[in-house]
């Protein structure tokens, strides 16, 4: 292992020695853009909204592969892993995935539950994407249900300057200290290919394909082979392999344009049983075979997006058409460990399927003024399926689910003056399960200075409950867990201000700093409640949820160097009800801290990123025997280094480097209590450790 390390850390000097080729090209900055909880396409500086941007050479210089990884690098975004199903899903100021919706190009990403939220972040990949939009706070207004903590908008690639482009990449990862490329080896490999086509000047069409194959993680377990019967077969992180593919058509004419793209992607997760039976064969010989209940779990996934942006007369028109569907399957085979042979007798099935037809319109500018503006939009959302016995524990079948959902929103954008704007806005969602819910929200922006603005936002949203909350059904000798088919929507507001400002400090250093405070209340919140001692849970809307976050960025730069500094401190109360018990609603403050460092060297162009995050120690209070205690999870640091050097007339790029520097795998935590069929643990599982990477990139 240290061998190949150290074979690619030579070659990646060898290449900074020798690479000699001077960029003659000059590239222009152009004005960041941002389409997030816009009008129309608008610059980050004009937006109503405050909008953190991760563009695509930032996502490049992360070396990351999928969402989750790049996510997690932002502040107060913690990307929490499950790994027994394979999904990282995303907390914002401690609200988990079932409060942050996620889109793709505006458009919800369909789920295990639905559309938009608990989304597996894992399974979208980067390879063709152009930047990710975040927005904190409630977005109801604007995307509707399940957007309470916040909307990650990831904004995919659907131009190119070049009659042709070509990129493709090959990248290799241990898995901490393992790594082999044979068949059920270790480590992790990535390939892509992303080909761009401009038919002329109107027709443009792209297809990308991206393979992620991660080997699984043993960590204290055995790996699969290992037949003892200690229950130490199998991983801490179970194998999975993922392939994409991507295409679009896009067309663009005067003021038209319009695209179509879809996307398939299909995924493989291997769990490998604990538990390994001896079983005699009885053929007088005292042979004995070992075997495991092994199980694999198939997702596929379809997109499909069409969109068309146009004006009619003068009214700007804005579409989105899609069908979505996501189909997760399982099945279970015996598997002869010593022999490596897998019972090809078993019967798959689906346990989550979910069918989305979904579209949204927006019309604007009626009155054909930059004064006065306002925009009426749609959106619908038909969403069947089902969840089977195996996602949760029902009444012995599937739980059907057709859900029809409308909602009209409308808001007015007034430019009062050349600094100061305001943005009203309402909608009204109307749900044949649920009762109608109304949002609202008003922001506004006023320019203090050419390069500085302070922006006020206050809007709230909604969350309607999930398959496990209406329809949980488990009730034996020993338990007694139901859902509750009564439960109303939650409902929250955000309010928040935010002050950013930029300025020429002198011989070509560029500064600029922002300020923020952001709170979040969340009433009717859903959770699995003790109703009768000593085991008897039934879900409820009882809890409430609050979160203050107060935070300080700063980014300087000049030429090659770039240094950003982030801070924030989040304070979280969460009020907490069981029969007789109720918990503290005092606030408990998490600090962080975040940094990233940018250097390229003005000659041979050898560019060297440094990331770096600090999630302190966190305390909430749990309820545990009949009384309320303090839990804390430990604080950890997160670091990754990456140095790139591209050569041939930079068509070939080599990036080498190491994440997860101070090797966090599991952290202490107290938060975990025992449930009615769930022991209590001490450990929170985050990272399998810290892992060396290789990528090679060709670009055309």
């Known amino acids: 292992m240290k061998k190949k390390v150290l074979s690619i850390l030579s070659l990646s000097t060898m290449l900074w020695v020798n690479a000699q080729e001077n960029d003659s090209l000059k590239q222009k900055k152009i004005e960041e853009v941002v389409v997030t909880g816009q009008y129309m396409q608008q610059s980050i500086n004009k937006s109503i909204y405050k909008v953190e941007v991760i563009d695509a050479q930032q996502i490049k210089n992360m070396a990351a592969t999928n969402a989750a990884e790049v996510l997690n690098q932002s502040l107060n975004i913690q990307i929490t892993p499950d790994t027994n199903s394979g999904n990282s899903t995303a907390n914002i100021m401690g609200l988990g995935g079932n409060y942050v919706k996620i889109l793709i190009d505006n458009i ?21 994407i152009e930047r990710i939009e975040i927005v904190k706070g409630s977005m109801g207004v604007e995307y509707g249900n399940g957007a309470l903590a916040g909307v990650i908008n990831i904004i995919t690639k659907k131009s190119s300057s070049k009659k042709i482009s070509v990129r493709a990449a090959l990248q290799e990862e241990t898995v901490r200290e393992g790594y082999n490329l044979k068949k059920k080896g270790q480590g992790r490999h990535i390939q892509n290919v992303n080909v761009g086509y401009n038919f002329n000047d109107n027709w443009f069409t792209n297809i990308s394909f991206n393979h992620n194959q991660f080997m699984g993680y043993e960590g204290e377990k055995q790996g699969y082979k290992y037949f003892a019967q200690d229950n130490q077969r199998g991983y801490e992180w179970n194998p999975k392999d993922q392939y994409e593919v991507n295409g679009l058509i896009k067309y663009s004419k005067n003021k038209t344009s319009l695209f179509y793209k879809a996307s398939y992607l299909n995924e493989t997760f291997n769990f490998y049983n604990p538990k390994v039976d001896r079983i005699p064969l009885n053929d007088g010989q005292g042979g004995v075979a070992y075997k495991s209940l092994d199980r694999n779990y198939n997702t596929q996934r379809w997109l499909h997006q069409f969109n068309i942006q146009t004006n009619l007369g003068h009214i700007r028109y804005i579409g989105d058409f899609s069908y979505q569907n996501q189909d997760r399957k399982f099945y279970d085979y015996n598997y002869d460990i010593p022999n490596r042979t897998k019972d090809s007798n078993y019967d798959e099935q689906s346990y989550y399927k979910t069918d989305v037809i979904y579209s949204r319109g927006m019309f604007s500018n009626f009155l054909d003024s930059k004064k006065f503006d306002f925009q009426l939009g749609y959106e619908l959302d038909h969403t069947n399926g089902y ?23 409308l808001s007015a954008e007034w430019n009062v003056s050349d600094k100061f704007s305001l943005r009203p806005g309402a909608r009204l969602s109307i749900s044949d399960s649920f009762d109608n819910q109304f949002n609202y929200s008003l922001s506004a922006r006023y320019k203090t200075s050419e390069n500085s603005n302070i922006r006020g936002v206050f809007g709230t949203a909604d969350r309607y409950p999930t398959y496990d909350e209406l329809f ?43 300020l923020e405070a952001l709170y979040v209340d969340l009433n009717d919140k859903i959770e699995n409640v003790m109703v009768v001692r000593p085991s008897t849970y039934k879900y409820m809307n009882l809890d409430k949820y609050r979160s203050l976050l107060f935070g300080a960025n700063a980014n300087i730069v000049k030429d090659q160097f770039s240094l950003g500094v982030r801070t924030s401190l989040n304070g979280i109360s969460v009020s907490k009800q069981e029969m007789d018990v109720t918990t503290p609603n005092d606030f408990q403050y998490n600090f962080q801290v975040g940094a990233n460092v940018a250097y390229q060297l003005e000659g041979s162009k050898t560019a060297f990123n ?18 309320f205690r303090l839990a804390k999870t430990d604080g950890f640091h997160m670091m990754d280094f990456v140095v790139s050097q591209p050569f041939w007339k930079e068509h070939l790029e080599l990036s080498v480097g190491v994440k997860n520097i101070f090797d966090v795998t599991t952290i202490n935590s107290t938060n975990n209590t025992a449930s009615a069929h769930n022991a209590a643990t001490d450990r929170l599982n985050l990272y399998y450790g810290r892992s060396y990477f ?6 055309f």
């Open 108 to 128: 919800p990403v369909v789920g295990d539950t639905g559309l938009g939220s608990n989304i597996d972040l894992t399974k979208l990949s980067l390879s063709n």
């Open 387 to 409: 969840a089977a016995l195996i996602a949760g524990e029902f009444d012995g079948n599937n739980v059907k689910r057709k859900i029809f959902t409308y909602g009209t929103f």
């Open 472 to 514: 949980t059904y488990f009730v034996n000798v020993n338990h007694d867990i139901q859902g509750n088919p009564d439960l109303k929507p939650e409902n929250g507001y955000s309010a928040g201000l935010f002050w950013d400002q930029g300025f020429d400090i002198g011989d070509g250093w560029k500064f600029n700093y922002n």
């Open 610 to 627: 440094l990331f770096y995050k600090y999630t302190g120690a966190s305390r909430i209070y749990v309820i545990e025997n009949e009384a």
């Open 694 to 699: 290789a990528r090679l990139m060709y670009q």
